[in-house]
């Protein structure tokens, strides 16, 4: 199942990133976890593990307050799993602590990588995913559904946008 998924990620992450070759997401979703040194990799190579990781973790389970794909994921959980994992970097666990952190990016600079927030409980930034690029984002939705790639413009999630953050990594 666990290669099943991260086969299904490599596909994905090649209709997300065309630019990327077919070797190099086949091998960069084949490690798990992927691991990112503090230096040498741009932004982007390391946004693109990011992207990898985050789409091989669609399916799990929502479990409020859950940060595994072994017991499953909230929101914030989902998001600090994936930059714990990928890039060494401890996120504070909530979406409101995480809307703090980084810099603020508009809605048309988005980037693969960057954090999206948004108004779920009617209160700003109680929602988080991670945006993967074509107005797109990957997060933990809520009790009785998996995480799943979502769309920003649909018209659920664009009424309740709140903004995104890229985290220096």
Excluded at 154 to 162: A, D, G, H, I
Aim: charged share 20%; hydrophobic share 40%; net charge positive.
């Amino acid at each position: 199942m666990k290669k099943t998924l991260t086969t299904l990620a490599a596909l994905i992450a090649l209709a997300v990133l065309p630019a990327l070759a077919a070797d190099e997401v086949a091998e960069a979703a084949a490690v798990s976890p992927v691991t990112v040194s503090a230096g040498g990799s741009g932004y982007f190579d390391r946004a693109h593990e990011l992207v990898v990781h985050t789409l091989a973790l669609i399916g799990v389970n929502y479990k409020y307050g859950g940060g595994s794909p072994d017991s499953g994921f909230d929101c914030s959980g989902l998001v600090s799993h994936v930059f714990q994992e990928v890039i060494g970097l401890t996120l504070p666990r909530n979406s409101q602590a995480m809307s703090r952190v980084g810099k603020k990016v508009e809605k048309t600079n988005l980037q693969p990588g960057d954090l999206v927030f948004f108004n779920t409980r009617r209160r700003p930034f109680s929602h988080v995913g991670i945006y993967i690029g074509e107005e797109r984002f990957v997060h933990a939705p809520s009790r009785g559904r998996d995480v799943e790639v979502s769309n920003l413009h649909s018209r659920y999630w664009n009424k309740r946008y709140n903004g995104a953050r890229r985290v220096n990594f």
